[in-house]
């Protein structure tokens, strides 16, 4: 991105969020009584809500730009206009969203299309969703679907999680006023209220998107659909002819399966076509991490039966990411900046004769070469690469007890870390 566009990008970022800032927060109250002529003119205009278009005619005019001045006092001039237009532009929204929440939702979309930029649009859009969803700026904020979806994608979420508009309406709403990175994901959620009904219109979600996108999305639809109603998207998905839109989902669809039963996923895995190998890997890997996780020494031995390399591969790593080789202890920040051991796993090195506490400072750990590396200089990936590495070799560690000044050194041999289903 260009350093102007990305200027561009950060004031865009402001007036959203100054916009999100002023939403009417409580319940829908009438107008004030305007005092002066002009606003009396644009009450009038916003009366007329099937003739939304003459609100562009209200709004200020460079409302987000000030005339150069080389006047003094011109910097004051400035900022107040600015300020001045601004609260007229929020005040015309607010007094628009009003009389469109009354409107039957797709009316109300359609007299916002009407506005001539996509800034009143958004701007109108989140004054509607204050309107009708009743909450207040902060809240609005911390739901996230506007940093999510964006303006127009968090008002079709509201409008479809209150059952207002239809799934196919949604897709619309969110088609015209997202963009490619936000699109695919609230599709995504779209696509998996739709699919119980209408597979295939779910799956038609995403034929705007191109690559990794496209798959992302076929995959977690299918992860959604299939932790609602895995038989049904079991059965659906064996129907698809094109052979790398059924892998997507199917490999989606393992990774809904493996949350419940790891076994189950590891046995559906088998059936999964061979003809897209990333998707096959990428399912393995996960399939063996959430496994391993559960039941180390069954994910291994799944491992070791998978006909491909690559396959074995990723589902090794995968266990490796969920039961390292290790000492056996979590690592957290402390207050100072240095690690803290946290939790100890029972039965690993790290819980050996007390050799390690809960609470102890990491302060230093040894390289390859057995010289002290003072933990403050690395970063937590290559603090965890220097503590995990081979079985049956060894780290030093230099640590410090919770309330103690004195350091000691403590050697632990590296396992695999071995998690054993519960009884």
Partial sequence: MSTKAAAFALLGLGS??????????????????????????????????????TVSAS??????????????????????????????????????????????????????????????????????????????????????????????????????????????????????????NRRGELFVGIGAK?????????????????????????????????AASPDQARRWISTVSDAQTRDALVAGLLQAEMRNNPAAAAASFAAMPPSDQSARSRAAMRIAAEWASRDTVAAMQWAETLPGEGERNAAGQGIRNAAPVGIGA???????????????????????????????????????????????QLSTRDLLGMVRGEPNTQVSLQVRSAGSSTARVVTLGRQQLIFRPQQ
């Fill in 16 to 53: 959203l969020l100054l916009v999100v800032l002023v939403l009417p927060g409580g319940p829908s109250a009438p107008p004030p009584a305007s005092d002066s002529a002009e606003e009396n003119r644009s009450s009038a205009q916003l009366d007329r809500p099937d003739s939304v278009a």
């Fill in 59 to 180: 709004l200020p005019e460079n409302a987000g730009a000030s005339p150069m001045s080389t006047k003094p006092g011109a910097a004051t001039g400035i900022a107040e206009s600015a300020e001045a237009s601004s609260r007229d532009r929020e005040k015309t929204m607010a007094q628009l969203a009003l009389r469109l929440a009354a409107l039957p939702p797709e009316q109300a979309l359609a007299r916002i299309a009407e506005l001539p930029d996509q800034d009143s649009r958004d701007t109108a859009m989140l004054a509607l969703l204050g309107e009708l969803s009743g909450m207040s700026s902060l809240e609005i904020i911390r739901r996230g679907d506007v940093w999510r979806f964006g303006a127009g994608g968090a008002l079709a979420v509201h409008l479809l999680e209150s059952g207002k508009i239809t799934p196919e309406e949604a897709a619309a709403v969110a088609q015209a006023n997202t963009d490619g």
């Fill in 194 to 226: 739709l699919a119980a009904e209408d597979p295939n219109a779910a799956v038609a979600l995403g034929n705007g998107l191109q690559g990794w996108e496209r798959q992302r999305f076929l995959e977690d639809l299918a992860n959604q659909w299939g």
């Fill in 330 to 376: 979590m690592l957290t920040r402390g207050t100072e900046g240095l690690p803290v051991i946290g939790n100890i796993v029972p039965g690993s090195p790290a819980s050996a004769n007390g050799a390690l506490r809960p609470g102890d400072t990491l302060l230093a750990v040894s390289d390859a070469n057995g010289q002290w590396v003072d933990t403050r």
